[in-house]
Nanobody, 126 residues
Framework: QVQLVESGGGLVQAGGSLRLSCAAS????????MGWFRQVPGKERDFVAV????????YYADSVKGRFTISKDNAKNTVYLQMDSLTPDDTAVYYC???????????????????WGQGTQVTVSS
């Protein structure tokens, strides 16, 4: 069973940066595509970014493209989300997700991921 543990959330001012980490255990991250989603109360969980099993392919939501960077260190079984130029609209609970399947065109769909972390709160003040 794969377990994902996120860290790095917190409170930051608009224009600031945060780096989220997600440590995987139970399976090598090199066999997992790993992504980040976010959710605000009362709304659906939205795709943010995904990285392939090798780390060589990444995709981003349009809302974060150019500001967020997803990366992976398979030696540490960890995926990162570097978030720059944060705005209050980025405030949400951020979830790490993983799945052993190939990175397909359905990478933004919640149901394509079998494993989820507990979430970490990111709050951006104006």
């Amino acid at each position: 069973q794969v377990q994902l543990v996120e860290s790095g959330g917190g409170l930051v001012q608009a224009g600031g940066s945060l780096r989220l980490s997600c440590a995987a255990s139970g399976r090598a991250s090199s066999t997992l595509k790993m992504g980040w989603f976010r959710q605000v109360p009362g709304k659906e969980r939205d795709f943010v970014a995904v990285i392939s099993r090798s780390g060589g392919i990444t995709y981003y939501a349009d809302s974060v493209k150019g500001r967020f960077t997803i990366s992976k260190d398979n030696a540490k079984n960890t995926v990162y989300l570097q978030m720059d130029s944060l705005t209050p609209d980025d405030t949400a609970v951020y979830y790490c997700a993983a799945d052993g399947g190939y990175l397909t065109t359905y990478y933004s769909r919640v149901h394509r991921y079998d494993y989820w972390g507990q979430g970490t709160q990111v709050t951006v003040s104006s």
